[in-house]
């Protein structure tokens, strides 16, 4: 038995990181292939003893008619309906910005299973977003360093009762 993570969060808050980290390599391989959605990316993860798939939301970087907002309910939304949980990503650096809230809003209203992380939480900058991360609802952040590979001993300790 295996369960299905979905990395959500606005752009550039180091989604695609995390994701890297996890899957490794073998995210290389899926890229080069022409014609693969790049709105979701799913691949097979690690963390230490943990075999999950993890599923990256990669669309929202794309400028295209559609509003930001629009594209973010839409794919949130999907990631929320394929994965049995949601990691939900903040820059701690940045602090919960609109768009941050925006998002809390679409994974409460969906009733998404949701582990909220404060990533690029290397250093002292991101204190203050780690602590602001709170006021979001959804429970004590994680702080990680997708980057630096720090806090995923927090990320096991949420995922081991799933597997
Ligand atoms: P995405 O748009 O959410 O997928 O974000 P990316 O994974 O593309 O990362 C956006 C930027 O943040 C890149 O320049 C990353 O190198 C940087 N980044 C990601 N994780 C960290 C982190 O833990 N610490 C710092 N300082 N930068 C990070
Ligand atoms: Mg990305």
Not at 47 to 55: C, E, K, P, Q, S
Not at 74 to 87: G, I, N, P, S
Not at 131 to 156: K, T, V
Request: aromatic residues 4%; contains cysteine.
């Amino acid at each position: 038995m295996s369960f299905t993570l979905a990395i959500v969060g606005r752009p550039n808050v180091g989604k695609s990181t995390l994701f890297n980290r996890l899957v490794g390599k073998r995210l290389a391989l899926v890229d080069d292939q022409p014609g693969v959605t790049r709105d979701l990316r799913e691949g097979a993860a690690r963390l230490a003893d943990l075999r999950f798939t993890v599923i990256d939301t990669a669309g929202l970087e794309e400028a295209t008619d559609e509003s930001l907002q629009g594209r973010m309910r839409k794919l949130t939304e999907r990631a929320v309906d394929m994965a049995d949980v949601c990691l939900f990503m903040i820059d701690a650096r940045a602090g919960v910005t609109p768009t941050d809230e925006v998002f809390a809003e679409i994974l409460r209203k969906r009733s998404a299973h949701v582990i909220l992380a404060a990533n690029k939480g290397e250093g002292a900058a991101a204190d203050a977003g780690v602590i602001e991360a709170y006021s979001l609802g959804l429970g004590e952040p994680i702080r990680l360093s997708a980057e630096h590979g720090e806090g995923l001993n927090d990320l096991y300790t949420h995922l081991m009762p799933l597997a």
